[in-house]
DNA sequence: GCAATATAGTTTCATCTGAAACTATTATCA
DNA sequence: TGATAATAGTTTCAGATGAAACTATATTGC
């Protein structure tokens, strides 16, 4: 059975390659996909639990509710990652005074380490990521960046 | 117990909201999330869906390989959007001469019904995201993306 | 002070996902 | 030709995910 020849429609195309959401979500994925892999296979680590480990490197002591504030990620994710952390000796409580439903949340000795070289490796891969672009470009494509996220918050 | 001040230590920090893996990866989540909260609303209907009935707009009877192709999607995915697609008659199959493996695929009526109304939305969407950037910018912006998912694809 | 409400964080449940295994068919080549 | 390898597409399985329900604790308002 051939096909029969496609009635002439008057409808809109949509060229997919070049609707600025999908190659967005074409570009993330790529370097989240390899970022995770090289996590995955040197510590055994989520994107998640890294988000976690790397306010926590930077923000010593905040309890999951102020993680969920700084991070893109819910109180689910945040909830999760902790727990694995905790398992993995890469991060510790203590009590907050006063309020004995939150913990404060810090990396351990073993925490710091991986952390001390995850950093390395995250600068590397965004200099790699970015050699082509020169400095003008890459403050201009920032730049961009952040209008994009302020204008997606109210859309 | 009173946390103990931290000792001083000598490690490098990372910022990440100043990362651009991250930053993609929050630009793009909330985006994508938006879009797909409407298509589900509007057609029950998934990215992935949507992205298979997208290339078949604009390329019909092509096969679920050919729609791997041409979209970030691997054949697992293609393959659950084609059976969730047919299910809901929003595409149908047609033999392929001389290969009883594949199947060409097409936008059924309805299926052109659907892509019909969400083109114009995909465009409006679009349109408001942008509405910040002057078209230059715009411009700027398409280039320094295709520059960096040529980028990530090597790295 | 105490009932109602809010908050921190966890768990449950149903769904989604990717990798690998699988079936059916086609291509290669000795 | 028949054995082997490659390809199209599907299914399985184990783990990830988000929404909603849940526990424990804290705050508010009467």
């Given at each position: 059975m051939r096909p029969e020849p496609a009635r002439a429609r008057r409808e809109e195309l949509l060229a997919l390659e070049h609707f600025l959401p999908y190659r967005l979500s074409v570009l993330s994925n790529t370097v989240s996909g390899r970022i995770a892999k090289f996590y995955e296979a040197r510590f055994q680590l989520t994107i998640p639990e890294w988000r976690v480990m790397a306010v926590l490197g930077r923000?010593?002591?905040?309890t999951a509710a102020e993680v969920t504030e700084r991070t893109a990620m819910d109180k689910v994710q945040v909830s999760r990652a902790v727990a694995r952390l905790k398992k993995t000796h890469r991060i510790e409580q203590r009590a907050v005074e006063g309020d004995r439903r939150a913990r404060h949340l810090f990396l351990t000795e073993t925490g710091h380490g991986v952390y001390a070289e995850i950093v390395p490796f995250a600068r590397d891969y965004e200099r790699r990521f970015t050699a082509g672009l020169s400095a003008n470009e890459r403050a201009q494509f920032d730049r961009l960046l952040d209008k994009l996220t302020a204008a997606a918050g109210t859309l």
């Amino acid at each position: 059975m051939r096909p029969e020849p496609a009635r002439a429609r008057r409808e809109e195309l949509l060229a997919l390659e070049h609707f600025l959401p999908y190659r967005l979500s074409v570009l993330s994925n790529t370097v989240s996909g390899r970022i995770a892999k090289f996590y995955e296979a040197r510590f055994q680590l989520t994107i998640p639990e890294w988000r976690v480990m790397a306010v926590l490197g930077r923000f010593p002591g905040l309890t999951a509710a102020e993680v969920t504030e700084r991070t893109a990620m819910d109180k689910v994710q945040v909830s999760r990652a902790v727990a694995r952390l905790k398992k993995t000796h890469r991060i510790e409580q203590r009590a907050v005074e006063g309020d004995r439903r939150a913990r404060h949340l810090f990396l351990t000795e073993t925490g710091h380490g991986v952390y001390a070289e995850i950093v390395p490796f995250a600068r590397d891969y965004e200099r790699r990521f970015t050699a082509g672009l020169s400095a003008n470009e890459r403050a201009q494509f920032d730049r961009l960046l952040d209008k994009l996220t302020a204008a997606a918050g109210t859309l």
